[in-house]
């Protein structure tokens, strides 16, 4: 509760003060210990030692502040349906409510892992009722297109899929992948695929510790 204060709080004064109208349509000006998205930005940047990682997400959670700075507001993406209603007020459509295809279920062996695994999109999982204490040091989502589980001693060809998503595609071998902070299960993650793979490619979703080659927890396809 008190990282996301203590980053916004560093933050200097920005040239142009943003007022509570300044977000997108698709975002809603809250409190910023009320937005989830906006937390996690500011947990993979205390976690990262990557300086520029660090920057680019502090001058991002910087542009998203709105109203008066002493309220600590910030723009958060509108999970209530305002951003939805605003676009029908404007004559577009409204999107489709994704399908969910069950997948897998996560069978822990370390650190609580839990959660359903759907299918949303070609390119797009859901991960459901989600836990993990987030006690590893170096852990992230990786799934793979052989076998029902990870395999220690080879992970070539395996996919890394970066929580949060920041539109950047990873290497497994990449140091800039975002570590997994702790779920407590209250809230869903969505997964999106590299460009050319699908959900059908896959065989499994691991939450994996590349610095010690272990999995934790896995769901088989």
């Avoid at 030692?49 to 542009?63: A, G, L, M, P, Q």
């Avoid at 676009?87 to 996560?106: D, H």
């Avoid at 793979?197 to 999995?215: G, M, Q």
Wanted: glycine share 8%.
């Amino acid at each position: 509760m008190y990282l996301q204060l203590s980053l916004l709080v560093c933050l200097p004064i920005l040239s142009l003060q943003l007022t509570s109208d300044g977000c997108d349509t698709s975002e809603t000006c809250v409190p910023i210990r009320t937005c989830d998205p906006i937390i996690e930005e500011l947990q993979t940047a205390k976690a990262t030692t990557n300086k520029d990682k660090k920057r680019e997400i502090v001058n991002y959670v910087k542009s998203k502040i709105c109203g008066a700075r002493k309220d600590r507001l910030i723009c958060c993406p509108d999970e209530n349906g305002v951003g939805q209603v605003n676009q029908q007020q404007q004559g577009q459509a409204q999107p489709q409510q994704p399908r969910e295809e069950f997948m897998g279920e996560f069978v822990n062996i370390f650190h609580d892992i839990a959660g359903e695994v759907y299918a949303v999109s070609d390119n797009q999982l859901l991960i459901k009722d989600f836990t993990y204490d987030g006690e590893g040091p170096d852990a992230f989502f990786l799934a793979g297109r052989d076998g029902n589980k990870p395999n220690p001693r080879s992970t070539n060809g395996d996919i890394v899929l970066a929580y949060p998503d920041n539109g950047v595609e990873y290497e497994y071998l990449d140091t800039n992948i975002p570590i997994l902070p702790r779920f407590n299960g209250n809230k869903d993650i969505i997964l999106t695929l590299p460009k050319g793979i699908t959900v059908n490619d896959l065989k499994w979703l691991s939450v994996w510790c590349r610095d010690y080659k272990v999995n934790f927890g896995h769901a088989a396809f």
